[in-house]
Nanobody, 126 residues
Framework: QVELVESGGGLVQAGGSLRLSCAASGENFSPYPMGWFRQGPGKEREFVATINWSGERTFYADSVKGRFTISKDNAKNTVYLQLNSLKPEDTAVYYC???????????????????WGQGTQVTVSS
């Protein structure tokens, strides 16, 4: 069974930081792109960050650019999202996603991803 499990979410004060982890099992994601998406209260799921298969290229939504950093540790089959300078509007359920495109590019489209985690809640208080 392919499984992506997010961790690291929680309640944090505005301006603070969190580090989200996504551990994959059942499939080696080293040669595949990964991404992070989020869904805030009353909003549809939106793109946050993505990284290509090798970890050499990354792209971010404008709303998080300069504050969030995505990284990929192929040896550990894990992808991370570092969230800095958090704002209340960052409050959302954050989802990890894995692609099935071998040596594929980074992608901000949900259609590019075949596997999804269950999500982890990030709540930013003011």
């Amino acid at each position: 069974q392919v499984e992506l499990v997010e961790s690291g979410g929680g309640l944090v004060q505005a301006g603070g930081s969190l580090r989200l982890s996504c551990a994959a099992s059942g499939e080696n994601f080293s040669p595949y792109p990964m991404g992070w998406f989020r869904q805030g209260p009353g909003k549809e799921r939106e793109f946050v960050a993505t990284i290509n298969w090798s970890g050499e290229r990354t792209f971010y939504a404008d709303s998080v650019k300069g504050r969030f950093t995505i990284s990929k540790d192929n040896a550990k089959n894990t992808v991370y999202l570092q969230l800095n300078s958090l704002k209340p509007e960052d409050t959302a359920v954050y989802y990890c996603a894995g692609s099935s495109v071998w040596r594929g590019p980074a992608s901000g489209s949900m259609a590019s991803y075949s596997y999804w985690g269950q999500g982890t809640q990030v709540t930013v208080s003011s």
